[in-house]
Nanobody, 125 residues
Framework: QVQLVESGGGLVQAGGSLRLSCAAS????????MGWFRQAPGKEREFVAA????????GYTDSLKGRFTISRDTVKNTVLLQMNSLKPEDTAVFYCAASSRTLPLPTRPDDYNYWGQGTQVTVSS
């Protein structure tokens, strides 16, 4: 069992940055692929980024490459999402998730076993 708690969301102006954090409980954190998803109002949940258990493989949705960076700290059992040059269209609830699948990196919500409660990110123009 893995429990995930996100933090770091908030209101930011366009062009600004935010860093989301996801704290994971459970001894097996290091064996899970960790991912970030987001869901805007009226839209489906969208893959953002994922990191394999050892962080040897990292993937992003193409449209976000270069602006978002995922990283994980196996000592602190956390996964971070650094978001730069934020745009109003990045406004969404961001979710942290854990998957028992490794490679290829899982990118579908159905591939993930555990989810956090989500944190709201709002980017004003």
């Amino acid at each position: 069992q893995v429990q995930l708690v996100e933090s770091g969301g908030g209101l930011v102006q366009a062009g600004g940055s935010l860093r989301l954090s996801c704290a994971a409980s459970g001894r097996t954190f290091s064996s899970y692929t960790m991912g970030w998803f987001r869901q805007a109002p009226g839209k489906e949940r969208e893959f953002v980024a994922a990191a394999s258990p050892s962080s040897s493989t990292i993937g992003y949705t193409d449209s976000l490459k270069g602006r978002f960076t995922i990283s994980r700290d196996t000592v602190k059992n956390t996964v971070l999402l650094q978001m730069n040059s934020l745009k109003p269209e990045d406004t969404a609830v961001f979710y942290c998730a854990a998957s028992s699948r490794t490679l290829p990196l899982p990118t579908r919500p159905d591939d993930y076993n555990y989810w956090g409660q989500g944190t709201q990110v709002t980017v004003s123009s």
